[in-house]
């Protein structure tokens, strides 16, 4: 786990709507992430969700409406030590009425007067009717609690439980601990920047039933592009045929072939500040595809006969624009250093990543990597770990300019 990640401290605010019935999972979510968390509710998310469910997640008591000015509890004064024990603070589910009491500063129940009185981060996840959603008086107050810097989640669509159909949905818990994390994230250094992050392997097709492809899970590309975005960035994310799905925050390009791929990228490219290429792109794909799945009656071998694809790093490198920062990724199996190298020059990047695909527990379908990281002015670094910590060691070496 990431240092800035480690041993958080989480106050999750439960409010009065129907969503709080998920409030459980988060507290799950959040313990197993390593945060210890301290559950405040309303009075109206008590009627909703038991104390005793929440307090036994938690590993530790949960604090109701009625301790907060209350002859036992009230001299802990815990609308001032909770505020600032938090490194955050999550209201999920958070009501029309939460947000409106908060934007109007009050502090009639423990949960709004820890949000007066808190210096971290606030992450507000709004769930309720869609219609209430959409009220002029809610979008209002949604604007207001933005521009003084509070972080929202946009809820998801779907049925809700009055009946309705739409925008109201209180996201799943891992959306929740993704958005938390962006609000906790100590580097804004990619704020305002776009950066595009290409991830997973291509499938080039025979028939409609067979392709040629490589073991690419895309983790390695799904990491760079996280840590991009928990820095700030607006991040797209060009992502070939992967199993993939906790993709919340990033604009998702799904892609099948390197052609596609190639037209995705290169589409977007002018925009953007940072360009990461990090998918497994075949290099070579069927010179014909037979519309009809090729049978094997009667053929004893079978001649491939195979093109190449379009090389999309050094396209990039050709059109580059001032300012712009390429990042590659060479996988290789024999003299690593030096392919990689050479690689970085052929295609004009500023950065390469090398890794040994022969490396047993490292690369392709697993958790962890080694790498060493090429700079264009001959300076390199070198990372290990888990794919998420290699990550965050080439940001941060490009960021340096080291």
Same mark, same amino acid.
């Given at each position: ?10 106050v999750?605010?439960?409010t ?6 998920? #409030? ?5 979510a959040?313990?197993?992430a390593?945060?210890?968390?301290e559950?405040v ?9 038991s104390?005793?469910?929440? #307090? ?23 609308h001032?030590s909770?505020? %600032? ?24 129940e423990?949960?709004? #007067? ?23 008086a809610t ?15 946009d ?22 601990l ?9 580097d804004k ?7 595009? @992050?290409t ?21 390695m ?11 700030g960035?607006?991040? !797209?994310?060009?992502? $070939? ?5 906790d993709?919340s ?5 799904r892609?099948?072939?390197a ?9 977007r490219?002018a925009?953007m500040?940072?360009?990461v290429?990090?998918?497994? @792109?075949? %290099? ?12 094997? +009656?009667g ?6 006969e195979?093109?190449q ?7 990039? $490198? ?19 250093l030096?392919?990689a190298? %050479?690689k970085?020059?052929?295609? +004009?990047?500023d ?7 022969a490396?047993?527990g490292?690369g392709f ?16 670094? #070198?990372?290990?770990? !888990?794919?998420?910590?290699v ?5 941060d070496?490009?960021?340096?300019? +080291?």
């Amino acid at each position: 786990m990431l240092n800035w990640k480690s041993d958080r401290k989480i106050v999750l605010g439960i409010t009065g709507g129907i969503a709080a019935y998920k #409030s459980p999972e988060i507290v799950r979510a959040l313990v197993k992430a390593g945060c210890e968390v301290e559950v405040v509710l309303t009075e109206g998310g008590e009627r909703f969700v038991s104390p005793m469910v929440l #307090s036994t997640l938690a590993g530790r008591r949960a604090w109701r409406g009625c301790e907060f000015l209350s002859d036992d509890y009230g001299w802990r004064i815990p609308h001032i030590s909770l505020a %600032d024990w938090a490194d955050a603070v999550v209201v999920a589910p958070c009501t029309a009425e939460t947000l409106a009491n908060t934007v109007q500063g009050r502090g009639k129940e423990l949960l709004g #007067s820890i949000l007066l009185a808190t210096g971290a981060p606030v992450l507000l996840c709004p769930a309720m009717n869609v219609n209430m959603l959409n009220n002029a008086a809610t979008v209002h107050n949604l604007d207001i609690l933005r521009s003084r810097g509070y972080h929202v989640l946009d809820p998801d669509s779907g049925d809700l439980a009055c009946g309705y159909e739409g925008k109201g949905r209180l996201p799943a818990p891992n959306v929740i601990l993704e958005e938390m994390w962006r609000a906790i994230c100590p580097d804004k250094s990619l704020e305002g920047k776009n950066v595009l @992050v290409t991830a997973g392997p291509t499938h080039e097709y025979l028939d409609p039933v067979r392709f040629i492809s490589n073991p690419s899970s895309g983790k390695m590309g799904l990491a760079m592009a996280r840590a991009a975005w928990y820095r700030g960035a607006r991040v !797209t994310l060009v992502l $070939g045929p992967t199993g993939i799905s906790d993709l919340s925050g990033l604009e998702v390009v799904r892609v099948v072939s390197a052609l596609e791929m190639r037209d995705a990228v290169m589409s977007r490219s002018a925009e953007m500040d940072y360009v990461v290429k990090a998918a497994a @792109v075949g %290099d070579f794909r069927p010179a014909e595809f037979s519309s009809d799945k090729i049978k094997r +009656r009667g053929v004893d071998t079978m001649k491939l006969e195979l093109v190449q694809n379009p090389d999309i790093a050094a396209a990039l $490198g050709e059109r580059k624009r001032d300012g712009q920062v390429l990042i590659g990724f060479a996988a290789e199996s024999s003299d690593v250093l030096a392919n990689a190298a %050479d690689k970085i020059r052929s295609k +004009r990047l500023d950065y390469i990543v090398a890794n040994d695909i022969a490396a047993p527990g490292f690369g392709f379908g697993v958790d962890t990597n080694s790498v060493c990281l090429l700079g264009a002015d001959g300076g390199s670094a #070198s990372f290990s770990g !888990t794919k998420e910590e290699v990550a965050e060691g080439i940001w941060d070496t490009v960021l340096s300019g +080291r």
